[in-house]
């Protein structure tokens, strides 16, 4: 049996570098930036206004009711056709561009025009003193031309999908979505929807595992049920094998029944390592296949639900994650809380249930929920973090640990 630090070492070591691929902006979102990219406009284009009124000279401007005469008016996305000189206003809109000389805009609501006996329009200004740069922003202002606006393996809001619009690119480099299969196996697993029989239980591993690879950024391929007989456990894996990741639940620990690690073997599949010293999820499997320049990493999760939750978040998330784009496969910088809860020491590291949040003073405390075993995902729906219990260490309140959030 290995440490948890040997296994993230050992899956670091099987994940291969990801894949590229171009997708349109409007496919993109939760993709993962396969480079940096740089802006190839200035943001604004152009000095331009903030505010519906007037570009003015603020030295023009000695005192309320000074007047000046209006030149032109100027819309968005049209341009101005002749600067300011002395004593003179151009009318624009937001977004419009500043005539030459001007280094100020005048809100409409404090001016008040009226047209001359020559026929000029003129403005009258009651906004002194007028303070040179207000309502208007100056070219380049917010992103230059050749600066690094998203970074490679950022993740792809909405908001820099409109930024990746603005500077025309489109469409935009990014990492290849992992393709995960899902697994569950076992004679006593029914589907979610069907009616249970003495001695069934629900398969909530499946529908679990297919979420989590998804909020990770993965394409999950649900394989159902396979029962507990070799010859439909090696026909569903031989389909999962098709993929980048193969989560198995149920048949890795060393009863009659768990038949995976052996059908593995014959499939092809070289085991890494098996067993880890943490809890929950002490029976995990890992091992690799390549085939055709295809490896594909498997990971056999215990059949408690907790347990492959846990383990997924500890082993499987960080492997999915690096062939995403989105970082490292063994990354721990997780973040650091306040205990709040007793608890008794283990010869394992412990993944516990919390729930985590911050205190008046602004410091960040984890408390431990009422986990009542591997079987209990009931009180795992309640937990936002699991709390990372170091081993052989008898915990009191106070203690500062680091916690996984769960997000």
């Not at 492959?308 to 690096?322: D, M, N, Q």
Request: hydrophobic share 40%.
């Amino acid at each position: 049996m290995i440490s948890i630090e040997e296994a993230l070492q050992l899956i670091a070591g099987q994940v291969p570098d990801g894949t590229v691929e171009p997708v349109p902006l409007n496919q993109a979102i939760g993709r993962h930036a396969a480079d940096n990219i740089a802006s190839n406009v200035d943001s604004p284009p152009f000095d331009k206004a903030l505010m519906d009124g007037y570009a003015v000279r603020s030295s023009d401007i000695q005192s309320n009711g000074q007047t000046l005469r209006v030149l032109e008016e100027v819309t968005a996305g049209h341009n101005p056709t002749t600067g300011l000189t002395e004593g003179m206003a151009t009318r624009i809109m937001t977004g419009g561009p500043l005539p030459d000389d001007a280094d100020a805009v005048v809100v409409i609501e404090k001016t008040a025009t009226e047209t001359s006996e020559c026929g000029d329009e003129i403005v009258t200004i009651n906004d002194y003193p007028v303070r040179a740069e207000q309502n208007l922003l100056r070219q380049g202002t917010c992103m230059r031309t050749d600066e690094v606006v998203i970074s490679r393996g950022s993740r792809l809001t909405p908001q820099s999908i409109g930024l990746l619009a603005e500077i025309g690119n489109d469409p935009v480099s990014v990492f290849r979505q992992p393709t995960v299969a899902i697994l569950s196996t076992g004679d006593e697993l029914a589907a979610p929807s069907d009616d249970l029989k003495p001695g069934q239980i629900r398969n909530s591993n499946g529908p679990m595992l297919t979420a989590l690879a998804q909020a990770a950024g993965a394409i999950a391929v649900p394989l159902g049920i396979a029962a507990d007989n070799r010859n439909d456990i090696a026909a569903a894996i031989e389909r999962g094998l098709d993929c980048d990741f193969l989560l198995l639940s149920g048949g890795v620990s060393a009863g009659v029944k768990d038949l995976v690690p052996s059908i593995l073997a014959e499939l092809g599949v070289e085991q890494v390592f098996h067993k880890v010293k943490v809890k929950p999820g002490k029976p995990i499997w890992f091992g690799t296949r390549t085939r055709d320049s295809r490896r594909t990493l498997v990971f056999g999760l215990p059949g408690n639900p907790v347990s492959s939750f846990a383990c997924f978040h500890v082993f499987a998330k960080p492997a999915i994650r690096k062939l995403s784009g989105a970082g490292e496969a063994c990354a721990n910088n997780f973040p650091v809380g306040k205990l709040m809860t007793e608890q008794a020491a283990n010869r394992r590291t412990t993944y516990f249930p919390a729930s985590s949040s911050v205190s008046e003073d602004g410091e960040v405390i984890v408390d431990l929920l009422p986990w009542k075993g591997s079987a209990d995902l009931r009180t795992v729906a309640d937990a936002d973090c699991l709390a990372i219990l170091p081993a052989d260490e008898e915990l009191k309140p106070g203690k500062m640990i680091r916690f996984i959030r769960l997000d």
